[in-house]
């Protein structure tokens, strides 16, 4: 066991003693690549570490050993190439067995590694590249991936390396076939080579959807920051499957498919589907006999449109969601058919999770939890002030600059200006706003931006998205605000119809009567669209920024 390494104590009697008494053991050079992987090979050569499948019937099955041999390989191999600690490497590979090779024997080198998804087109990727200054790409063997890369490259003048996995490309270095004469010895770098635990190890750029993408980095403290994610909120267990379902490219799947998982010897398990297709999945989670589980509420939406019934799901023991708030009727569902709830996370990828449902207490369906035992959390107005019990205030995680806490990110890569702004004041501003009842459950409202002024009052996307979502005819929706000239805002409804549902006036006024019977009557939607899917992140979430600002620009023709 590697836990207790890190922390002096893991088990807790309550919500309170856990807030308490958690602690953290910060090695100065903690690595990773050599505290985690390696260790535990050596500690059982025969540990599995990764169960990966696709859909194409190919399975592979790695033990700590086989990543700390085949990253140790891939080590040589990025050295050879000129890859050394500080600099800059891209990684577009999707859910390929190869990311968690590479990313180890990245943190290795002390390389910093950006993570991206194969949804960049050109655009994206000369951005990115000039912005992070990347040296090298590695990709999957994706037609549109590799044309966005190489229509790309000329207009990156840093970019030296672009190495490609799964498949042979012409002019690209095939890393399958490069990394089979290396050494799988590499031995810890000394010396200026060496990481420490300030050094940058990670880059996630933001969704983007206010502005251009921010560079969110990260040090190589990072993962110990997701001990909280992956064992108290997801509950993994040693030596058993999990699943957390998200694409490389994302801070999700350093949440749920890397750090936290290995660091408690759970058993990671890596579906690389080319699409989601929920029933495919379903019986992925049924064949492989999983033990804990993760994904977005806009998955768990999806999946209750197939028989959920007719699979066996029964050795799931934990299901969680994050990434957006979990609607209330999703999650009893979800409960009748399984028997167990779905437990909510809330965080952002400049950090692991926040807030959650943490084993002791009983969950409040429709609530984020409670605080992780790493972070102050205090709602604040927008003065700076802590709110009442029962008034919603910004979502801000106190004393960064005195007492950085682990996990959190610690700047913005290459802007010492925009660092200073948003981390080296007195807190840290999610943006994200919430409210505390009197039993320290947060309830989330929605984001800054998101909330509605109508009327004089203040409303929450959320609650009336919940209320939408109750409706048989509702497979997902977006609560946003209008421009109306007399109530400065209204409330607007995007909404996408399950089959055997048609648009209608008959149908936005029984949805409109069933907001008001189900929440607050001031809070229903006064304006209804319907739509064949609502716009999103490459990462999955809801662009309501996007549908706004059609709806301002509209109002001024």
Known sequence: MLLDRYLPRIEFDSYEDFKKNYKLNIPDNFNFGYDIVDEWAKQDENKKALVWCNDHDEEKIFTFKDISLLSNKAANYFRSIGIKKGDVV????????????????????????????????????????????????????????????????????????RIVVGQPRDGWQFFEKEIEHCEDVFERPAGDQATTKDDVMLVYFTSGTEGMPKMIQHNFIHPLGHIITAKYWQQVQEDKLHMSVSDSGW????????????????????????????AKLLEKMEHYKLTTFCAPPTMYRFMLLEDVASYDLSSIQHWATAGEPLNPEVNTKWHKLTGHNIYQGFGQSEGPVLLADFQWDPIKIGSSGKPSPLYDIKLLDNDGNEVEVGEEGSICVMDVKNNPPAGLFTGYYLN??????????????????????????????????????????????????????????VVECAITGAPDPVRGQVVKATIVLKKGYEPSDELKKELQDHVKK????????????????????????????????????????
């Open 90 to 161: 891209m990684m577009i590979l999707r859910r390929r067995w190869e990311y968690w090779v590479c990313a180890v024997a990245l943190h290795k080198l002390g390389a910093v590694i950006i993570p991206s998804t194969l949804q960049l087109t050109k655009k994206d990727i000369v951005y990115r590249g000039n912005a992070a200054k990347v040296m090298s790409i590695v990709c999957v063997n994706d037609d549109f991936v590799i044309d966005q890369v190489e229509k790309a490259m000329p207009e990156i003048p840093t970019l030296k390396n």
């Open 251 to 278: 801070a999700k799947f350093g949440w749920g498919k890397i750090y936290g998982q290995w660091i408690c010897g759970a058993v990671v398990f890596g579906y690389d589907m080319d699409k989601f297709v929920p």
């Open 416 to 473: 010492p200006e925009m660092t200073e702004e948003k981390l080296l004041g007195k807190y840290y501003n999610t943006c994200d706003m919430a409210w505390c009842d009197s039993d320290g459950y947060y309830w989330f409202v929605g984001r800054n931006d998101d909330v509605i002024k109508c009327s004089g009052y203040r409303i929450g996307p959320f609650e009336v998205e919940s209320a939408l979502i109750e409706h048989d005819a």
């Open 518 to 557: 189900t929440t607050a009557p001031y809070k229903y939607p006064r304006v209804i669209e319907f739509v064949d899917e609502l716009p999103k992140t490459f990462s999955g979430k809801i662009k309501r920024a996007h549908i706004r600002h059609i709806d301002e620009d509209a109002a001024k023709k």
